[in-house]
T-cell receptor, first 113, second 112 residues
Framework: QKEVEQNSGPLSVPEGAIASLNCTYSDRGSQSFFWYRQYSGKSPELIMF????GDKEDGRFTAQLNKASQYVSLLIRDSQPSDSATYLCAVNNGWSGNTPLVFGKGTRLSVIA | DTEVTQTPKHLVMGMTNKKSLKCEQH?????MYWYKQKAKKPPELMFVYSYEKLSINESVPSRFSPECPNSSLLNLHLHALQPEDSALYLC???????????FGPGTRLTVL
């Protein structure tokens, strides 16, 4: 059973701090990794994806991937109250019609003003 | 353009009604998905279509019937639903290069 694990939270950080969200996965063959942000009552929004080991930065967001340790993380710098949401980690084991993304249960982030 | 559209946004139906949810994308994606999401839970996969053929049915009750009329459209036909089927229904599509999946805004379904 391919699994993606996330701490459910809530993770509370003060405004302006760095929020660090972590995700581990069980399948060593996993190839691509995604972070989605979901506000309450809304659909998931893709905010980052990463394929290679190392860091990938996009604005205030940095995704970090370590395939040897099978973890992927999302850093949010200068956290804002508007970043308060549930963050879903998703992992892809290959593209075909029979390999849908495997989602973690999500981490709830609360940024305190 | 990374837009997936879904209609209707909200739907209230009785247990004897028949209704349909619609989903559309114009990104040329050949994989499309239906998910069901309950409050405070992650999306739960229902169906996968790959190249317009149903490739995965996650043991979904037959009162949910998917259809993929063409590569841009995905429907979910609903019949004789139960109150516990009330949820947010999400459509998604996924490309190959880059390998990214986008969700539609969802349909909030309430079964009375």
């Amino acid at each position: 059973q391919k699994e993606v694990e996330q701490n459910s939270g809530p993770l509370s950080v003060p405004e302006g701090a760095i929020a660090s969200l972590n995700c581990t996965y069980s399948d060593r063959g996993s190839q691509s990794f995604f972070w989605y942000r979901q506000y309450s009552g809304k659909s998931p929004e893709l905010i980052m994806f990463i394929y290679s080991n190392g860091d990938k930065e996009d604005g205030r967001f940095t995704a970090q991937l370590n395939k040897a340790s099978q973890y992927v993380s999302l850093l949010i710098r200068d956290s804002q109250p508007s970043d308060s949401a549930t963050y879903l980690c998703a992992v892809n084991n290959g593209w075909s019609g029979n390999t849908p993304l495997v989602f973690g249960k999500g981490t709830r982030l609360s940024v305190i003003a | 353009d990374t837009e997936v559209t879904q209609t209707p946004k909200h739907l209230v139906m009785g247990m004897t009604n028949k209704k349909s949810l619609k989903c559309e994308q114009h990104m040329g994606h050949r994989a499309m998905y239906w998910y069901k999401q309950k409050a405070k839970k992650p999306p739960e996969l229902m169906f996968v279509y790959s190249y317009e053929k149903l490739s995965i049915n996650e043991s979904v009750p037959s009162r949910f019937s998917p259809e993929c009329p063409n590569s841009s459209l995905l429907n979910l036909h609903l019949h004789a639903l139960q109150p516990e089927d009330s949820a947010l229904y999400l459509c998604a599509s996924r490309g190959r290069v880059p390998d990214t999946q986008y969700f539609g805004p969802g349909t909030r379904l309430t079964v009375l």
